[in-house]
């Protein structure tokens, strides 16, 4: 069975249905198995992101370490070819500048001195242009470094992002399946208790109307009618409980009837399979109408204390007629001594 399908057959009050026939907890266990393998694999596919994930990081990491390190070098290659070239030419202008000027000189000795001035700059400036071409190559070595680590760190911005999209969908499976297996653990709470009920009415014959302890506060039989308006005679047990507090179907069966009277209150009885009629007395709301059929532990209604009541409370009841009549004390087929 798809989940879809369980999903749709699990209806609210703890009656669990599929085209009428009950789902077992054994069967949602399946689809619990199922989600937990899945699970497992969505994890384990999770963590392995997360490293290839971390991985990556560590690569862009490094890689633009290395790609500002040789940015750094090669803006300082730059800045000292540049600086290199601004002094030879500098010095070029020195150069021809004395060179023009020293025709003019007549003195043998401020001639000599000038000219060997001249011949050290030349000198200078051979020197300084000697140097320069070392430059040149180590410039294009820095960019080609550049332009590759930037190349790898973009690649792997790239897959790192790939990643990243990856893990956001794996991690929603991930939140979708944990989502799912509380949904199913729900379920198959709700389908032990069905069961638990199922089992009890085999048991017994009838289940339990409330799902809270059953306490009797009035037991079947012979009493004085505390607001002197009944006989003496008490149809059924009146049990415990609060106000709005969810009634429970004691048996599958048809609703034969159900209404507003002034003593029971508002009252549901259900035809079932086995000879006998269950009642319910003193509703505050009645969940269902007339004909419809119910399953053991389906919400048919909620306590209250209308009718002829002294407080909150169920009066159920066990006859072999819906006319009123041929009660039996239904404590022996709740398992209450």
Not at 39 to 61: D, G, H
Not at 67 to 82: G, H, I, R, T, V
Not at 184 to 197: F, M, N, T, V, Y
Not at 213 to 229: I, K, W
């Amino acid at each position: 069975m798809k989940y879809k399908q369980l999903l749709a057959s699990l209806l609210i009050g703890g009656a669990i249905l599929t085209a009428g026939v009950n789902v077992h907890a054994s069967s949602i266990d399946d689809q619990i198995k199922q989600n937990q393998t899945q699970l497992t694999q969505v994890k384990q596919q999770e963590q392995s992101l997360t490293a290839q994930l971390q991985a990556v990081m560590n690569k862009i990491t490094e890689n633009k370490t290395k790609e500002e390190n040789f940015s750094k070098a090669l803006l300082k290659e730059k800045l000292d070819y540049q600086a290199l070239k601004d002094r030879i030419s500098a010095l070029t202008k020195r150069y021809e500048k004395k060179k023009q000027s020293i025709e003019a000189i007549s003195n043998p000795t401020t001639y000599l001195a000038e000219t060997n001035k001249i011949i050290d700059l030349k000198d200078q400036i051979n020197n300084l242009k000697a140097i320069l071409p070392k430059y040149e190559p180590q410039i294009a070595s820095f960019e080609v470094s550049v332009a590759y680590y930037q190349q790898q760190r973009l690649a792997s911005e790239n897959q790192r992002n790939q990643l990243a999209t990856q893990l956001q969908q794996v991690s929603q499976q991930d939140a979708s399946l944990q989502s799912t297996l509380q949904k199913l653990d729900q379920q198959k709470a709700e389908a032990e208790k069905q069961q638990a009920k199922q089992a009890q009415t085999q048991a017994t014959g009838f289940a339990s109307p409330l799902a809270t302890n059953l306490v009797v506060s009035s037991g079947f039989g012979q009493r004085e009618d505390p607001n002197g308006v009944s006989g003496t005679q008490h149809d059924g047990i009146d049990l415990v409980g609060q106000l709005d507090q969810s009634v429970f179907a004691a048996r599958d069966g048809k609703v034969v009837m159900t209404g507003t009277d002034k003593s029971a209150g508002n009252y549901i009885i259900i035809q079932h399979d086995n000879g006998f009629y269950s009642y319910y007395l003193h509703l505050n709301h009645i969940l269902v109408k007339t004909n419809d059929s119910v399953l053991v532990g389906q919400e048919i209604g909620k306590m209250g204390t209308t009718g002829n009541s002294t407080g909150v409370h169920l009066h159920f009841g066990l006859a072999h007629t819906a006319n009123w009549k041929e009660f039996v004390d239904p404590a022996p087929y709740l398992k209450i001594s």
